[in-house]
């Protein structure tokens, strides 16, 4: 099968649209979008495929996508842009801005260390069910009054979807609104992309349409038979609210009422142009605007947490600063310096400070720890740039 390659590279970057079409290789079903700036500048803006292999119906240039965990790096820049504005202060204990979280043990926990995914929440210990899930008071008591689920200050595991309400509480109460709000406010509407946490339902048609690869299934049913309590599997079921592997047919991400609801960890729904001008924005001026300054990026990309996790698991392991997902074996980027957020599926965006560049990759063909394809495009980009 051949597939028919959308849009345009700048002269010189024609490499790029290559490996775009190098992904899919062997996947019909497959929709993508990649979009690229350098200096604030497109180098790369190319779509193709199926955003609903169901109907048939294309992959357009403005189709969003859920973009799951890269919603964690665009929140990461709210909390820094509210450090940079000494609104926030990441060595602050969350109850000084959210009382409620020091029950249980947890008023020592630093926002600084519940973005690295160490607060000991990576998984709600009661079985939490999709009528939980988009109640967002519901989800913030529970994890407010959790006992941690290990000694704190020995270690991190990551925070799959736990990590998107903590956050987004801590924010809420500093600014007085919505996590989905906020972004709108300061990011989408500034930049004029398309990126929502909570997308409306006046737009519930547009989002693209996602499909599990088979090795993805296969991976999480395997996870699924091993004995409880297997407290990585619950950190991405949160018990009964949602599929392990995030979508069904018509459940979990593919229904309108979970992405309608404001769920930071995984829910942003956001085109590879909008990803990309955001990453972008926070490196150099983008449309005009600038999120982040370099003495925030500077202290907000140290390494807070890298190695093997509490719970334990595969190498490679990714390394993490304050909430951003830094380079390593687990996900490369440019090389260091680089920050960002790789998501569910096949999801990549970043910024690299030194080239000022940002990066957006959304996909609707989920895929496991095989996927090559975003890394692929982005070791094309290194030796272009």
């Known amino acids: 099968m051949s ?13 790029l649209a290559e490996a775009f079409e190098r992904a899919f290789e062997g996947r019909p079903a497959m929709g993508a979008g990649l979009y690229i700036l350098l200096e604030g500048q497109c180098i790369a803006d190319l779509w193709a495929g199926v955003a609903d292999a169901r109907t048939g119906r294309p992959w357009l240039r403005n189709t ?28 602050a204990p969350v109850s000084r801005y959210w009382p409620e979280f020091a029950a249980a043990g947890k008023d020592k926990v630093t ?5 690295a995914h160490q607060a000991g929440l990576s998984a709600p210990r009661a079985a939490l069910s999709e009528d939980d899930i988009v109640d967002w008071d519901r989800v913030v008591s529970v994890l407010a009054a959790q006992e941690p689920l290990w000694p704190l200050g020995t270690g991190y595991q990551y925070h799959a979807l736990t990590h998107g309400w903590v956050v987004g509480e801590i924010l809420r109460r500093v600014t007085g609104k919505s996590v989905g709000t906020y972004f709108r406010d300061t ?42 309590p297997n407290w990585p599997y619950k950190a991405m079921t949160l018990g009964n609210a949602l599929p392990a592997d995030l979508v069904t047919e018509e459940g979990g991400f593919n229904r309108q009422r979970i992405r309608a609801a404001e769920i930071p960890g995984a829910g942003g729904i956001a085109t590879a142009e909008a990803l990309a001008n955001m990453w972008s924005a926070t490196v150099t001026p983008t449309r005009g605007v600038r999120l982040l300054d370099d003495a925030v ?60 560049i940002g990066f957006g990759f959304v996909t609707n063909w989920m895929m496991g720890p095989e996927d090559q394809r975003a890394t692929q495009i982005i070791d094309t980009l290194r030796t272009l740039v």
């Open 297 to 356: 990026i500077a202290e907000a990309t140290r390494t807070q947490s890298q190695g093997m996790p509490v719970f334990g698991g595969d190498p490679p392991y990714s390394r993490w600063g304050y909430g951003f997902q830094l380079d390593s074996e687990a996900r490369r980027y440019l090389g260091d310096g680089c920050f960002g957020h790789d998501g569910a599926g096949g999801q990549v965006g970043f910024a690299d400070p030194a080239r000022h």
């Open 187 to 228: 990011i989408t509407a500034p930049l004029g992309v398309d990126a929502w946490i909570g997308v409306p339902d006046a737009l519930a048609d547009r989002p693209a349409h996602l499909q599990v690869s088979p090795p993805l299934s296969a991976l999480w049913a395997e996870e699924a038979a091993k004995p409880a």
């Open 111 to 115: 926002v600084g260390q519940a973005l």
């Open 64 to 91: 969003p996508s859920t973009i799951f965990s890269c919603t964690k790096g665009l929140v990461s820049i709210l909390a820094a842009r509210l450090v940079e504005q000494g609104l926030l202060d990441y060595h």
């Open 3 to 15: 597939i028919t390659i959308n849009g345009s590279v700048r002269p010189g970057f024609e490499p």
